[in-house]
T-cell receptor
């Protein structure tokens, strides 16, 4: 079992839709949870991070962590074609290694 | 935010030659840098973790004699793919870690290596 599981998609939505991206993890020691966005042939860029359980909002993006169910979510409101990318969830215990999910490819159609 | 650069962004080489990829943190000091490999439509695979001034720690299955990593300063790490073969063709991405509250990683733009 992978430590961080993520459905690779692809996920295709119309412009303006609310997008829900999800991951599950297995290691109870994970404390930090991140979402990265990666455009084709580019390095990942950090979108959001949360510490422990709870919600965090930044503009059209909301990150949610439920430690009781080991579930990580990223919601994108009013999705735009420019949001089309691969989204990677990641978790981290506070040591050195960050564990990445496989990434979900998102396509937002105009 | 912090900026990490990689050079070159794209390289083509002949089988059997060696290729060096540089990773620099431009506006911060990175005590730890990571090297990842990514195949098309797949996630990041951590190859090694390097700390400034010490030997890199390689992940299981990664040949340390083939992928030489040098972290000579707090702003520069290099990955050398020695005696490259076509199966080494991939997208190589580095990241650098700050010493902030949760040790955020900043990624470079990646280097696409094609071995003929």
């Amino acid at each position: 079992q992978k430590e961080v599981e993520q459905d690779p998609g692809p996920l295709s939505v119309p412009e303006g839709a609310i997008v829900s991206l999800n991951c599950t993890y297995s290691n109870s020691a994970f404390q930090y949870f991140m979402w990265y966005r990666q455009y084709s042939r580019k390095g990942p860029e950090l979108l959001m991070y949360t510490y422990s359980s709870g919600n965090k909002e930044d503009g059209r993006f909301t990150a949610q962590v439920d430690k009781s169910s080991k579930y990580i979510s990223l919601f994108i409101r009013d999705s735009q074609p420019s949001d089309s990318a691969t989204y990677l969830c990641a978790s981290y215990t506070g040591g050195f290694k960050t564990i990445f999910g496989a990434g979900t490819r998102l396509f937002v159609k105009a | 935010g912090a900026v990490v650069s990689q050079h070159p962004s794209w390289v083509i080489c002949k089988s059997g030659t060696s290729v060096k990829i540089e990773c620099r943190s431009l506006d911060f000091q990175a005590t730890t840098m990571f090297w990842y490999r990514q195949f098309p439509k797949q996630s990041l695979m951590l190859m090694a973790t390097s700390n400034e001034g010490s030997k890199a720690t390689y992940e299981q299955g990664v040949e340390k004699d083939k992928f030489l990593i040098n972290h000579a300063s707090l702003t520069l790490s290099t990955l050398t793919v020695t005696s490259a073969h076509p199966e080494d063709s991939s997208f190589y991405i580095c990241s650098a870690k700050t010493s902030g509250a949760y040790n955020e990683q900043f990624f470079g733009p990646g280097t696409r290596l094609t071995v003929l």
